[in-house]
């Protein structure tokens, strides 16, 4: 196994920074659905009645199945789009943009409607046997018909915003949806007695507001993302579908695999059994969205990776999951142990009832999951943005219903309630079996390396031999750097003058970031460059996190005529066949191709 440079674990370290500077904002949007059901749940149980509450629960496989449909869109969009960022196909990207916007706003006005004339015309038996719950259900199915178009527009627009590092923007809107949910249910269900018809409007109005928050950052020219009808392709509606249904097929997995647990839970050990079941999955439900947010985070990188077509970074991602992602994962496992108790006793006063102790043993044993799971999703999210489509599905399915109903439905005579929770644990450890299994019979052995274990095609990106990577940390390395790219390219057999020319480019591209970009604020600053040698191009990447500057709208916007003025950049664009910027989660990105 080859060690490790300096300069590895220094990008490594760049990476880890970005990915957990993008990881709060992923967690808090993950939390807004999980939030919503549990203030709807709270006014319904405590200012209105039983009726309330189910028609919350009846709504559950509706939400259910719009957020699988978010799912798969957002996750296939934003990996199209993260592909063409990282190649600089800037027109590409908003055609892909504009057609989730299209797609988006086509799907919830048909849910929309639907659902509004389910509750219209009561059409709710699929539902309900019960009579008396009919008319709430109904109810509140009108009032959730309003905010379906802002709820799936809310949850896309969310993760364009990260891929443009605006990470306050989307922090206001969550923090505006949260705020104004509670105002709105405080209003329409306490003070103004509306009851269930308050309920759903409170949380409709609520995703109106974090809509409306977003929305407009999208309309200015600042924003890379812009819908334009005349770039939409229909054909990138077959690859994003391609791409997300995986996701979404992984939730319809978990739908079914609920259905057949209860059912087990219902035969053998009764209703004590599903509501500690319940009780311990409502609470890892919130603790689940930490690891969604950390899967977000890494789709999105890793998506720009696999369009500049970065096997370090790509691979950086996994490496950062394993290192520090399950590290934070395992301790939060760790504190919700070692809380089993009290934790039940928040739903389960009397210590010494059944149910108390099978709510103590899921919080004891479900937590093992996290780390697992975590790792699962990684490789399920490396393999929708790689195109491992059937690989994806396979393992999302054996996950998603097939190890926990199996293990299950083997321990549960013996073992009660307990099998449900070590169905859960055994299941991330066979999954994960599947993962390695896989890399041992495409590696034909023991994988070596993490892009063994993720079987990266050799074919992708530069191979080592090709390509060159640097990081930049004051003037002393721009001055070194002229002469290591020179020497890269006459090593692969460049002509001299293109040699000389890329070097003079990233010495006087690379100068700049240091001299300027450095020095505009008191933060530390990095500089990462990377030359590869690739169908006769020599292609050239420099990437820093200083405040974003973009050299080609500089000269673009010069209208006084002096010559003398960015000359670097100038010489620069006259030499290079063609130079690309870009603002990728706020870092600066700038690709020249010689």
């Known amino acids: 196994m080859k060690k490790r440079t300096s300069v590895d ?45 189910s028609a919350v629960g009846l709504y559950a496989p509706i939400l259910m199945l719009l957020g699988s449909i978010n799912l798969m869109l957002v996750s296939g969009s934003t990996i199209l789009c993260g592909e063409c960022m990282g ?76 891929l443009e590092n605006k990470m306050r923007r989307n922090i206001v809107s969550s923090t505006a949806f949260i705020v104004s949910n509670i105002f709105f249910n405080f209003l329409f269900v306490q003070r103004m007695q509306m009851g269930v018809w308050g309920l759903s409007l409170a949380s409709s109005l609520a995703a109106w507001v974090f809509f409306f928050v977003q929305a407009p950052c999208f309309l200015t020219n600042k924003s890379q993302f812009k819908f334009s009808a005349k770039n939409i392709h229909l054909k990138n509606l077959g690859q994003i579908l391609k791409i997300g249904c995986p996701g979404a097929l992984s939730n319809g997995c978990q739908t079914l695999r609920g259905l057949i647990v209860n059912r087990l839970l219902d035969i053998y050990v009764g209703a004590a059994g599903i509501s500690a079941f319940c009780a311990a999955n409502s609470l890892m439900t919130l603790v689940w969205c930490v690891p969604a947010g950390m899967v977000s985070v890494s789709r999105m990188v890793m998506s720009v990776g696999i369009g500049e077509e970065d096997r370090t970074a790509v691979a950086n991602v996994m490496r950062v999951m394993f290192k520090k992602f399950c590290l934070l994962n395992n301790i939060m496992a760790a504190v919700i142990i070692l809380s089993a108790a009290p934790l039940a006793s928040l739903f389960y006063k009397d210590v010494s009832s059944s149910v108390f102790m099978m709510t103590v043993w899921g919080f004891r044993l479900l937590p093992l999951s996290l780390a697992p799971g975590s790792i699962l999703q990684h490789f399920v999210c490396y393999g929708q943005a790689s195109g491992k489509s059937i690989f994806v599905q396979l393992i999302s399915v054996l996950d998603g219903v097939v190890f926990v109903s199996l293990w299950t439905a083997a321990l549960i005579p013996g073992l009660g309630m307990n099998s449900v929770y070590w169905a859960n644990v055994l299941n991330g450890l066979c999954v994960l079996a599947v993962i390695l299994l896989h890399s041992i019979v495409c590696n034909k052995g023991f994988p070596k390396n993490m892009e063994e274990l993720m079987v990266m095609p050799s074919a992708f990106g530069a191979p080592e031999s090709e390509r060159l990577e640097m990081t930049v940390k004051g003037i002393d390395d721009v001055v070194n750097l002229s002469k290591k790219v020179q020497d890269f390219c006459l090593e692969r057999r460049v002509d001299q003058r293109r040699a000389f020319l890329a070097g003079l480019s990233l010495e006087e591209m690379a100068g700049n970031v240091v001299s300027h970009g450095f020095n505009k604020d008191k933060k530390s600053h990095s500089l990462e460059v990377r030359a590869i040698h690739k169908d006769q191009d020599v292609i050239l990447r420099v990437r820093d996190d200083c405040v974003l500057f973009d050299p080609m709208a500089r000269l673009s916007s010069q209208v006084d005529g002096d010559v003398s003025k960015n000359i670097g950049i100038r010489m620069v664009c006259a030499m290079a066949k063609s130079v690309n910027w870009q603002s990728i989660f706020g870092l600066n990105v700038l690709t020249i191709k010689i």
């Open 87 to 162: 190649k600089n196909q800037i027109q590409e990207m908003r055609g892909v943009f504009s057609l989730d916007m299209a797609a988006t706003f086509f799907i919830a006005l048909v849910f929309s409607i639907g659902i509004f004339l389910l509750g219209k015309f009561q059409l709710v038996g699929f539902f309900t046997h019960e009579e008396e719950l009919r008319p709430a259900f109904s109810t509140y199915l009108i009032g959730q018909s309003i905010g379906v178009i802002p709820f799936l527009f809310g949850n896309q627009l969310s993760s364009f915003l990260s």
């Open 9 to 53: 674990l220094a990008n490594e370290k760049s990476l880890s920074k970005l990915m957990f500077k993008l990881l709060p904002i992923q967690v808090l949007l993950s939390l807004i659905v999980v939030l919503n059901g549990i203030i709807s749940s709270l006014f319904a149980s405590n200012f209105i009645d039983i009726k309330a509450m």
